[in-house]
């Protein structure tokens, strides 16, 4: 057991996928063949013994809603925990949905906070892709006697990845003084994990002090208000991180974990990734299908040849096709003799006519969902 | 139950003392196959499938892993209200001298009063020891158009080999005149696929009647279904054709992981109209290393290739390390080749670790070796 609610949270207009983006929440992405994003903070925060967690989206649930279900894969207890999605909703219909702040989110759902039973809070973002034991961290925040404990790692490529994410500035006590934006200009930046942690009483009233200052307010803003005079800590997380924040670091996450050395956190027994099955068999290679380097989720039919690839539930490659540095979602087809290098392919789509389709390692090209190329 | 009144009885008690140590710990329904499922996977999803929201698991030897497995019955999507799978071992009852199941029918005999508690106007006697896909729900609007006591499923056998079944001989109308138990002689190549349909009312009383006989083996094939014939009652065949394959041997149970390498091939587990539904194993997808290679092959979530697989069918979380060759094998959940290890026309059981260098089995075998301990390098 861990005294701390759960609420995983969407991410700020900062923070835009092109493509993937115009179908499902961020929260809703396909990852690693098999998984939807949301699954890593989920299976983290269960596996660290949180079993009261809130999911808060925006933009289409249905996705969302049909993946996470009953949540049951999840591991939670059916009477004592609860997993529940929260889409945002409008009440008067004000305002424009598109610039709803996570802190409106909140709000809107105050009752169900306060009536939570957890002592402390622990918010994490579905775009940053890591495992920690929340346990263990908020037995450090306690210890620490901060009043917000926030996730951070450092960078040293911060001038071409992570703009427009939250980064830290810090003294030498790791005291936060301000959370700001990466806009790339430095090279090193200590990269903010948007995981928060603190006591509930805390959140509640800094929610609703957010709301009084502005209707834009994102909860880091009221965060980093607070910086001057607040006792605000960071805490360095030394795993791997894979933030997602626009096309290309979706497709380099997803490809960068196809190294072993990598992939081993997410394949534990002992911090498994808890996802909905769909019931498929396994996969199958047939006459001609090969594969190297790459993953290859169940119920796919290879009959062609797989390089440094990720493949989803359900796909079909066909005979003589050539796929290499792609990511291929799931129920995909590949016709005969395709040849794929670079490119991102959405869910239900067919590569069918056309028999060459090559983006570039640093700019993907994307094929849409249910597209027929 | 409201579904359509019908509730199901597998039979899993079986030894399958043919798996040899396959079988050891462990009752024949739970074991493996097909690269994630159990072999009692087949009839829950099949019962789930045609819409019985009952069923009732016999188990006796070894049950323990299967109790455990057969339990949950959410697996299948058996755990709305009203329905559920029930684990069903012998029990302790009030009057009458505890005993394990003598046979199929005492093992029915013994839970009258679990039917009895869902009042099921028909009940569909299953084996848990068979791969294959039928709608059950088809076979009892068979029965109920013929207005049959009892319906029994049969599959066309090739004749030379229907001395090995029991064989079902019929009528142009498909009632049955005669059931003969492995005939030296077959008058017809309709074996009886341990599939029945019972009028509840009928099958009680004469399980009731069996019990009392002297030296009666308290078993379908052997007493019940001779005992309907003889006082007239209508017993009916339902066909079936499709793929259907007991899997009781070494070489069957090997040959049926074969036979899902085959495009399009019969049984088909991918429908997504009838699909087979297992326990779920976190995992990510099976990854295949730089320098492993894969060949005709039906691989599970959680396996890791780094060596060379061919004509396989491997479980999830089976590691193959670099300059290892599997071939024509079966590799059960969690085994483990070594580097440069070799393993032809082989089962290989869970959890078992294959020794860096070790060689086991070969190409030119006829037989398939089965593999239920750790191998060393020379061994």
Known sequence: MCNALGIITYNGLNVYVQGLQEYRPIAGFNFLGRYRLVDFPISNMTNSGIDEIQVFIKGNPRPLIDHIGDGRQYNINSKHGSLDLIPYYNEEGRGNPEFAPDVESYYNNINQIEDNTNDYVIIAPVNMIYTANYKDLLQQHIESGAEISILYQNVDDAKEKYINCDVLQMNRQKGVLKIEQNLGNYKTRALSLQTYILSKELFIQLVKEARKVSSMYWFKDIVNDHCVDMDIRAINYRGNVYCINDLRSYFESNLALLEESQMKQFSKDSWPIYTRTSDTAPAIYLKGGSASGSFIANGCQISGSVKNSIIGRGSVIGKGAKIENCVIMSDVVIGEDAVLKNVIIDKHSKVLKKKELIGNAEDPLYIGRRENV | ?379
């Open chain 2, 1 to 379: 139950m409201k579904q359509n009144n019908m509730l199901a009885m597998i039979l899993a008690g079986g030894r399958g003392t043919r798996l040899f140590d396959l079988t050891k710990n462990n009752a024949k329904p739970a074991v493996y196959f097909g690269g994630k499922y159990r072999i009692i996977d087949f009839p829950l999803s099949n019962c789930a499938n045609s819409n019985i929201d009952v069923v009732g698991v016999l188990t006796q030897y070894e049950s323990v892993q299967l109790n455990a497995y057969a339990g949950a019955g959410q697996r299948w999507g058996l755990d709305t209200r009203g329905s559920g799978v029930y684990v069903l071992p012998p029990r302790e009852k009030e009057g009458t001298k505890f005993d394990v199941y003598q046979g199929t029918a005492d093992a029915i005999n013994q839970n009258i009063d679990f039917i009895d508690r869902f009042d099921p106007e028909y009940v569909l006697i299953l084996s848990g020891d068979h791969i294959y896909k039928m709608d059950y729900a088809d076979m009892l609007s068979c029965h109920k158009a013929n207005n049959a006591d009892c319906t029994i499923a049969v599959l066309p056998v090739p004749m030379k080999e229907a001395s090995r079944f029991g064989i079902m001989n019929c009528d142009e109308t498909g009632r049955i005149i005669e059931f003969e138990e492995k005939p030296a002689q077959p008058k017809s190549n309709l074996a009886s696929m341990g599939i029945y349909i019972f009028n509840w009312k009928a099958l009680r009383k004469e399980l009731i009647a069996d019990a009392q006989v002297e030296g009666s083996a308290h078993d379908f094939g052997k007493n019940i279904i001779p005992s309907f014939l003889e006082q007239g009652k209508n017993l009916m065949s339902y066909k079936f054709e499709g793929y259907w394959k007991d899997v009781g041997t070494i070489d069957s149970l090997w040959e049926a992981n074969m036979d899902l390498l085959e495009k399009n091939n019969e049984l088909n587990l991918d429908d997504p109209n009838w699909k087979i539904y297992t326990e779920d194993v976190p995992a990510l997808p099976h990854y295949v290393s730089s320098t492993g290679s894969v060949e005709h092959c039906y691989i599970n979530q959680g396996a890791i290739i780094r060596g060379n697989a061919k004509d396989s069918v491997l479980f999830n979380h089976v590691t193959i390390e670099e300059g290892a060759d599997v071939q024509q094998a079966v590799l059960m959940p969690g085994v483990h080749v070594g580097e440069g290890a070799k393993v032809y026309r082989a089962i290989v059981a869970e959890g078992v670790k294959i020794d860096a260098g070790a060689v086991v089995g070969s190409l030119d075998n006829k037989e398939i070796a089965l593999i239920s301990k750790r191998v060393k390098k020379g061994e």
